[in-house]
């Protein structure tokens, strides 16, 4: 499956900002899917991800409540609505594609537990 993520840009503190993943290649609602985020000289950590289904989520502590992961496996795409924006979500935003996902009941959410990435979006929050 191909991933391209869009949606990033320069936003002020406190603003929201959309992600759209879109998908070709296979099957969308096969996989389970997730975003991550990596900022400089970090690691690559999961943000929030979402099961094939779309009926349960994980969220990433310092997220949760202000960003929501959602998907229409009709159009096959995945979103990160995130609002309530803090200068420490700066980062390079990547979607990921899990192809064992329905192997698992959890939602999965480790990094290695992802087949195919997008090509990241950076976003970039001013205080």
């Known amino acids: 499956v191909q991933l391209q993520a869009s949606g990033g840009g320069l936003v002020q503190a406190g603003g929201s900002l959309r992600l759209s993943c879109a998908a070709s290649?296979?099957?969308?609602?096969?996989?389970?899917m997730a975003w991550f985020r990596q900022a400089p000289g970090k690691e690559r950590d999961v943000v929030a991800a979402?099961?094939?289904?779309?009926?349960?989520?994980y969220y990433a502590g310092s997220v949760k409540d202000r960003f929501t992961i959602s998907r229409d496996n009709a159009k096959n795409t995945v979103f990160l609505q995130m609002n309530g924006l803090l200068p420490e979500d700066t980062a390079v935003y990547y979607c990921?594609?899990?192809?064992?996902?329905?192997?698992?009941?959890?939602?999965?959410?480790?990094?290695?537990?992802?087949?195919?990435w997008g090509q990241g979006t950076q976003v970039t929050v001013s205080s």
């Open positions: 990921a594609a899990s192809g064992k996902d329905r192997l698992y009941y959890r939602v999965l959410s480790a990094r290695d537990d992802y087949d195919y």
């Open positions: 290649g296979r099957t969308f609602s096969y996989y389970g």
């Open positions: 979402i099961k094939w289904s779309g009926d349960r989520t």
